[in-house]
């Protein structure tokens, strides 16, 4: 049986656009792809791989206990729903 797995753009404001699926985090994607971006925990705790979301939306893989404004996301623990840009 053969799966079809949506895909997303996602694109960095003044940078580059690349694609991804919901498998994976942005984080992983991002790095994958060679974009630099701090990081610490990976899971959600510390905050310090925060960027802001200027359009789309995302969905937290975990609940995180990091404090972010409203329009910033945490890309360790966050997969695309839809096509997204960010600002790192
Ligand atoms: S790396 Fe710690 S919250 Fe994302």
Redesign the pocket.
């Known amino acids: 049986m053969s799966e079809t797995k949506q895909t997303r753009s996602i694109s960095i404001a003044n940078g580059p656009s690349f694609l991804s699926t919901p498998d994976n985090t942005l ?1 992983a994607d991002l790095e994958a792809q060679g974009i630099p971006i701090e ?12 960027c802001k979301l200027i359009s789309g939306e995302v969905d937290y893989t975990v609940d ?1 206990l ?1 404090f972010i404004d409203d329009d910033e996301i ?4 966050t997969v695309a729903l839809t096509d997204v840009v960010l600002a790192i």
């Open positions: 984080l990081y610490h925990c990976r899971e959600g705790y510390c905050g310090a791989c925060r995180p990091a945490l890309p360790c623990c």
